[in-house]
């Protein structure tokens, strides 16, 4: 099947750490910009990080410093490693995969989500 399944989340305490892994099948995964998305209770959905085919990567301003996003093609996965987790990292957590051609996504799927609850 064409899809995105995520694994990692959980209950962890505030300053705590947690790795999500976002495994990808039935799509070449490599030709794809990666994301992790998340959105909390009552709020919209935000990019949280971003990786391209070669490894250049963004992050929202909130976790800079903190979350780091990377890729192995070879096993189709992507990462998101979190650290010194606040409770306001309190989500559920959403993988992307995109493919733009002239800047217009011609490939657009999404996981179904991961909750990540910081709290003491």
């Known amino acids: 099947q064409v899809q995105l399944v995520e694994s990692g989340g959980g209950l962890v305490q505030p300053g705590g750490s947690l790795r999500l892994s976002c495994a990808a099948s039935?799509?070449?995964?490599?030709?794809?910009?990666m994301g992790w998305y998340r959105q909390a209770p009552g709020k919209q959905r935000e990019l949280v990080a971003s990786?391209?085919?070669?490894?250049?990567?963004n992050y929202a301003d909130s976790v800079k410093g903190r979350f780091t996003i990377s890729r192995d093609n070879a096993k189709n996965t992507v990462y998101l490693q979190m650290d010194s987790l606040k409770p306001e990292d309190t989500a559920v957590y959403y993988c992307?995969?995109?493919?733009?051609?002239?800047?217009?996504?011609?490939?657009?799927?999404w996981g179904q989500g991961t909750q990540v609850t910081v709290s003491s």
């Open positions: 992307n995969a995109v493919t733009f051609i002239t800047k217009r996504p011609l490939f657009d799927l």
């Open positions: 990786i391209t085919s070669e490894s250049n990567t």
């Open positions: 039935g799509f070449i995964f490599s030709l794809n910009i």
